[in-house]
């Protein structure tokens, strides 16, 4: 195979992967930006797991190892919060969305500050087990010391994998979005192989695993691809993650062709991805990151060409100072939502570490 990257692409990989390291936290923590008001200070364990899973794929073990200490003294933070969550799920009686686990945590490991925050997610929960996984398999990495936060991961995503939550996009906490079950999925599947769990525990991930699967494949499913949330008819762009990287559907099951050229229709133009047709945060732009997403896909499919075309998309949109944006505005789809975001926020947060990450992960992954 071709390499990926010219002299100047590989000025960019590698950037990435230094400026991830430079901003990882003494805690372990990936900030999400160093700089965007609304994500400064914060780390997601979804960002930061396909953070993480980017950089394991780079070689930089002890930077991931680092996180993976982060997130499982996260979990052992709040283990009393997932055991309530777990007995009231088990009672029949579910907590309340605000009593679950939030979304994103300060570096300490703790909750954000008072304000309102779109924060009851379960996909990160996942996410975290499946890199952890990928990341033992690649670096032979001994997972003995992660055995309780796991078995703890797996219990809270057990009780509560069918009940409604915010998406990746942290919208529609009213839907079961089919992305979030593909990644709690890919994580009960990961941990049910790691060998850290006792044996009842080990085969109740996999067998929730499997039902969940098998929701995806009969109630996610419309027209042979996935949608966005069941009862839905429409696309989204992290619909791609299911193929690849996760491996939740396998390449050549008859959905992932049919999902990724959905996903390309709806939502690709000229190698840009945009998230869904009805976004309008920033005036709905066009990804980097679901970009590489889509590119991971391409590949799994055997599509190198179309995944390098992804690469080179997502690279293009680096800054002079080699920062890559969260979203650029080539082809927006809201253009008169695009000032009241930058009134809010100001500027697109630049550099978004996920989008470095992803351009890492899929470099990485056209090399080999």
Request: with cysteine; aromatic share 10%; hydrophobic share 45%.
């Amino acid at each position: 195979m071709t390499p990926v990257a010219s002299l100047p692409d590989r000025a960019l990989l590698d950037h990435s992967r230094a400026l991830i390291r430079s901003l990882q936290t003494p805690e372990g923590a990936y900030p999400a930006s160093p700089t965007f008001p609304a994500y400064q200070g914060f780390c997601w364990f979804r960002d930061g797991a396909f953070i993480a899973d980017g950089m394991s794929a780079a070689g930089d073990v002890a930077s991931v190892d680092a996180f993976f200490a982060w997130c499982a003294r996260v979990v052992r933070l709040y283990r009393d919060d997932i055991r309530a969550a777990v007995a009231a799920a088990g009672a029949g009686e579910p907590l309340a969305d605000h009593d679950m686990l939030p979304a994103r945590f300060t570096f300490d490991g703790h909750r954000g500050a008072s304000d309102e925050w779109w924060d009851f997610q379960l996909d990160g929960f996942g996410t975290w087990l499946w890199a952890l996984d990928a990341h033992a398999t690649r670096h032979g990495v001994d997972l003995s010391p992660y055995t309780d936060a796991v078995a703890l991961t797996v219990d809270y995503l057990v009780s509560s994998w069918d009940r409604p939550c915010f998406d990746w996009w942290e919208e529609h906490d009213e839907q079961i979005h089919v992305s979030t079950l593909g990644c709690v999925g890919a994580g009960l599947e990961a941990a049910s192989r790691m060998g850290v769990l006792d044996q009842a525990r080990a085969h109740l991930a996999a067998s929730t695993a499997a039902a969940i699967r098998g929701v995806v494949l009969t109630e996610g499913v419309v027209d042979g691809h996935l949608i966005k949330w069941v009862g839905s008819t429409a696309v989204d762009a992290s619909l791609t993650a299911l193929i690849a990287p996760l491996g939740f559907i396998p390449a050549d099951h008859p959905v992932a062709r049919a999902t990724v050229e959905a996903v390309e229709s709806a939502l690709a133009v000229d190698g840009g991805m945009h998230r869904f047709a009805a976004d309008t945060f920033y005036g709905g732009g066009q990804w980097p990151l679901l970009s590489c997403f889509a590119g991971l896909a391409r590949a799994a499919l055997g599509d190198t060409d179309r995944a390098a075309d992804y690469l080179a998309w997502a690279m293009s949109t680096a800054t002079a100072s080699l920062e890559l944006p969260e979203q650029v505005d080539r082809h927006l789809l809201a253009p008169e939502h695009r000032h009241q975001w930058i009134d809010k926020w100001g500027e697109v947060a630049t550099p978004l570490l996920w989008s470095h990450a992803m351009v890492l992960r899929l470099g990485r992954e056209l090399d080999q």
